[in-house]
T-cell receptor
Framework: DQQVKQNSPSLSVQEGRISILNCDYT??????FLWYKKYPAEGPTFLIS?????DKNEDGRFTVFLNKSAKHLSLHIVPSQPGDSAVYFC???????????FGTGTRLQVFP | DADVTQTPRNRITKTGKRIMLECSQT?????MYWYRQDPGLGLQLIYY???????NKGEISDGYSVSRQAQAKFSLSLESAIPNQTALYFCATSDSQGHGYTFGSGTRLTVV
């Protein structure tokens, strides 16, 4: 049972354009959502997070949107840069457990 | 030095062999985790530990065991390796909030 789903395994975007990565979840007990970025031969690194009490969090070129009624969150990268090319994992934690449940990842390629 | 160090980085072993993957951290975090990554399946939690005396099974603990030798060290063992345990293994740590994980660079394990 996949509680966190990233239905797009890959995304290709031109440099300078917006990248939108999507994530759906099924567990209404999730209270915190995070995005991690992973380059080849490296471990995932934390990118941005959002609490379930908010609907938007912004950090520079990265913005995460949360739609609780739809159980959907998205990561917007504007403008996209070649260095953003990586695999992006959506993750969620259940209230009071501190365990993270990860999605399957979306490979983003930003081309010139 | 990396905050979270995993050894070895790569390992090829034969079916039926016992193998140990090691993880050490300099973050001073109490919480440590072992995940495996398979193509198309994202990151799946194997075991986690919230302090030296606390060990918990994750989603896919069968065939694995762990040891928390000290706050800074958390090792993962495959008692009798089998080919479907071929994967990329990640160790991670977090602080008491549990949200911002720091990952190691991973161990690529191949069981032949």
């Amino acid at each position: 049972d996949q509680q966190v789903k990233q239905n797009s395994p890959s995304l290709s975007v031109q440099e300078g354009r917006i990248s939108i990565l999507n994530c759906d979840y099924t567990n209404s007990m999730f209270d915190y959502f995070l995005w991690y970025k992973k380059y080849p031969a490296e471990g995932p690194t934390f990118l941005i997070s959002i609490s379930s009490i908010k609907d938007k969090n912004e950090d520079g070129r990265f913005t995460v949107f949360l739609n609780k009624s739809a159980k959907h969150l998205s990561l917007h990268i504007v403008p996209s840069q070649p260095g953003d090319s990586a695999v992006y994992f959506c993750a969620a934690s259940v209230y009071n457990t501190d365990k993270l449940i990860f999605g399957t990842g979306t490979r983003l390629q930003v081309f010139p | 030095d990396a905050d979270v160090t995993q050894t070895p980085r790569n390992r090829i072993t034969k079916t039926g062999k016992r193998i140990m993957l090691e993880c050490s951290q300099t973050k001073g975090h109490d919480r440590m985790y072992w995940y495996r990554q398979d193509p198309g399946l994202g990151l799946q939690l194997i075991y986690y530990s919230f302090d030296v005396k606390d060990i918990n099974k994750g989603e896919i603990s069968d065939g694995y065991s762990v040891s928390r030798q000290a706050q800074a060290k958390f090792s993962l063992s495959l008692e009798s390796a089998i080919p479907n345990q071929t994967a990329l293994y990640f160790c991670a740590t977090s602080d008491s909030q549990g949200h911002g994980y720091t990952f190691g660079s991973g161990t690529r394990l191949t069981v032949v």
